[in-house]
């Protein structure tokens, strides 16, 4: 009677353990069949540039420095009605050899420069001018286009372009659930149907979108405002993104991937998830109060108010960057990092406590335009002799203080 009780027991435990066995095995496959069709689907999103390597067949800067610092060219783009392409953000991002700090130097769209002649993507040339807007380049030749320019007038060497779409922008800000921005005054622009609430609050992606865009009614200073407004929204969004609340959430860290890669297109040496995960990880250890945002230093064109020119301490800059230096005294006094001095986000952004080196566009500039074909200054760390309080910068640029 003993023997098929015990043969039964021991027929149980090897139906439960096979059955264990078996599910386990089965939720391992089908982990590893959906991370696998998730990457494949995630590469396969990745745009490329038509023509990539004839457009990138001129003359290009060779690195100075030591080491690998990497410069990557981020380009938003936008199309309009009739059917042309638009760039009004252009970041220049320096990460260091390091691996210790990053920087982005944002681009004024209005600011004045000598565009080279550039190959387009449908093979074409497109001839050169002297004194046009920097955003011309995106729209006559596009991204690499856009490259060339930049590295024409600062003889930095870019490594790599991404060019992201704003509708893809609008879906990366849904997929975390928002991000945090802060209004001074509420806007209501009923010639571009853009309307923000006053306050600190959790912008959706169509309000996110809004905010980055605007610039008639955000600032008094336009699109330098603007540029601001971006960068606060970057380092906000840079702070959402690393927190516990999107890296424990797989269908936050799942959906922003899939908005990113769906809304970007890159320059070969990058388009693969194997690279940029890669430099994901060399960018781990760069602490959020070592990322910093800037505007390279423009002032008004005396001819004409509604443009700029970049300064001599452009000059400056682009040297820190060619040299993988961090940046100097005179470049922070309007910086924005993802944290402020205790170490949580600075909602909306509300600049530094340094001075501030760039006159906006309402000051009685009168000097002509710069060459920027080469830097032959040495940066200084010295603070700059006309300074403005942080309320001051955040009532210019439509921040918060």
């Not at 603007?226 to 969004?237: C, D, E, G, T």
Request: proline letters at 6%.
């Amino acid at each position: 009677m003993s023997t098929p009780k015990r043969r039964a027991r021991r027929k149980r435990r090897h139906t439960v353990l096979r059955a264990v066995l078996g599910t386990a095995f089965t939720l391992a496959l089908v982990t590893a069949l959906s991370v696998t069709f998730l990457y494949r689907q995630l590469e396969s999103n990745l745009g490329e540039f038509a023509n990539e390597e004839e457009q990138f067949d001129y003359e290009r800067p060779e690195q100075v420095a030591d080491g690998e610092p990497l410069d990557i060219l981020l380009v938003g783009s936008d199309k309009e009605d009739e059917g042309g392409r638009r760039s009004d953000t252009a970041i220049l991002m320096h990460v260091s050899a390091d691996r210790d700090f990053a920087y982005g130097i944002s681009l004024p769209r209005d600011a004045l420069v000598d565009r080279p002649d550039c190959v387009d993507d449908n093979s074409e040339t497109v001839p050169g001018e002297e004194m046009v807007m920097f955003n011309t380049a995106y729209s006559a030749g596009g991204a690499i286009c856009t490259v060339k320019t930049l590295e024409t007038l600062t003889d930095v060497p870019i490594d790599a372009v991404v060019e992201m779409d704003f509708e893809g922008f609008e879906r990366m800000v849904d997929a975390i659930d928002g991000v945090e921005i802060c209004v001074p005054n509420e806007i209501e622009d009923d010639q571009y149907n853009i309307s923000l609430p006053e306050g600190t609050y959790n912008a959706t992606g169509e309000q996110a979108l809004d905010y980055v865009r605007e610039r008639h009614q955000g600032s008094p200073n336009g699109d330098l405002g603007r540029i601001k407004r971006q960068q606060a929204f970057l380092a906000s969004m840079v702070n959402k993104v690393v927190s516990a609340d999107t890296l424990t959430n797989p269908n936050r860290v799942s959906g922003f991937l899939q908005a990113v890669t769906g809304s970007m297109t890159i320059s070969s040496e990058y388009r693969s998830l194997a690279k940029l995960g890669n430099l994901g990880l060399q960018l781990n250890g760069i602490g959020l109060d070592q990322i910093t945002f800037i505007t390279v230093p423009n002032e008004e064109y005396a001819p004409d108010p509604n443009r700029l020119v970049w300064t001599e301490e452009a000059d400056d800059l682009w040297e820190l960057v060619r040299t993988d230096r961090p940046l100097t005294g005179e470049f922070l006094g309007e910086a924005i990092t993802a944290t402020d001095s205790t170490g949580t986000i600075a909602p909306g952004g509300s600049g530094t406590a340094a001075p501030s080196t760039t006159a906006p566009p309402s000051s009685s500039a009168t000097s002509e335009p710069t060459d920027t074909d080469s830097a032959t200054s040495e940066p200084t760390d010295s603070d700059p002799a006309e300074a403005l309080t942080p309320e001051e910068i955040a009532e210019q640029n439509g921040l918060c203080a």
